[in-house]
């Protein structure tokens, strides 16, 4: 039997670490001491909330560095790293260590302090983790499914889950785990990790995805583009309204 899959969710609750920084010295600190959650928190989260902001990766490490410092050419390098690089929180950990490791050089912009209203506090992101109503046993049923669950599960599985487990492997996400090795459908699979999660927005994906695996996606693009046009005639229009009910 095709094992199912259970689409999740998952609810952010943001809590304070403790931890603080006032100069590049203690942010460098505060990144090696601090959880995978922490890190995930000051990347991650700006695509599920605020995804419209566009394709660049954003941080509030590069926020800080940039404005409460003043380090702009720091910043930049730090808002620059391509999350898409990093499968791993680890390894997102190890790039942004590496970015600020040249300024230990610099002593004096490495231990200049801001002003206490300008400090950085680490925070963490503890996600629970809901069903989100939708199983699969085929891709008809997964199909149907990313049709209507939120764009919070799309979020989960495509980003966020394969985070939390820091894995190496391969599969890059949930859904295309699933197709190679429940379905057998190694080409879907492929074609679905190609497709790079923080392009556009989720909404944006969930169309992606949907035009790789749905049935007849061709024949919807066609109906959306009959859709903006005006039939020709009423015999026109009496097909057109039938092939749209019939399917």
Request: hydrophobic share 40%; glycine share 6%.
């Amino acid at each position: 039997m095709t094992p199912e899959f259970v689409f999740m969710t998952s609810v952010q609750s943001i809590q304070l670490t403790g931890l603080r920084a006032a100069s590049l010295a203690d942010l460098y600190s505060g990144l090696s001491e601090v959880d995978g959650s922490s890190i995930y928190h000051h990347t991650h989260r700006f695509y599920r909330t605020h995804s419209f902001l566009g394709e660049t990766p954003l941080s509030d490490f590069a926020f800080w560095i940039g404005g409460a410092l003043q380090e702009a050419a720091v910043a930049e390098q730090i808002a620059s790293l391509d999350l898409r690089d990093f499968p791993t929180l680890r390894a997102l950990r190890n790039a942004l260590l590496a970015a600020l490791e040249p300024l230990r050089e610099q002593p004096n912009r490495w231990n200049r302090r801001v002003p206490p209203g300008l400090v950085f506090h680490f925070c963490r992101s503890v996600s629970l983790i809901l069903p989100a109503g939708w199983t699969a046993r085929n891709l008809e049923g997964f199909t149907e499914a990313l049709e209507r669950i939120d764009t919070g599960s799309l979020y989960y599985h495509l980003i966020e889950a394969p985070l939390r487990l820091e894995s190496d492997n391969s599969d890059r996400n949930d859904f295309s785990s699933w197709l190679e090795h429940a379905l057998d459908r190694k080409d879907l699979a492929d074609s679905v990790k190609a497709l790079n999660p923080y392009r556009g927005d989720l909404e944006t994906m969930r169309k992606d995805l949907l035009a790789i695996l749905k049935p007849g996606s061709a024949r919807q693009a066609l109906q959306n583009v009959l859709d903006r046009q005006e039939p020709a005639s009423e015999v026109v229009s009496s097909w057109f309204r039938r092939w749209r009910r019939d399917g």
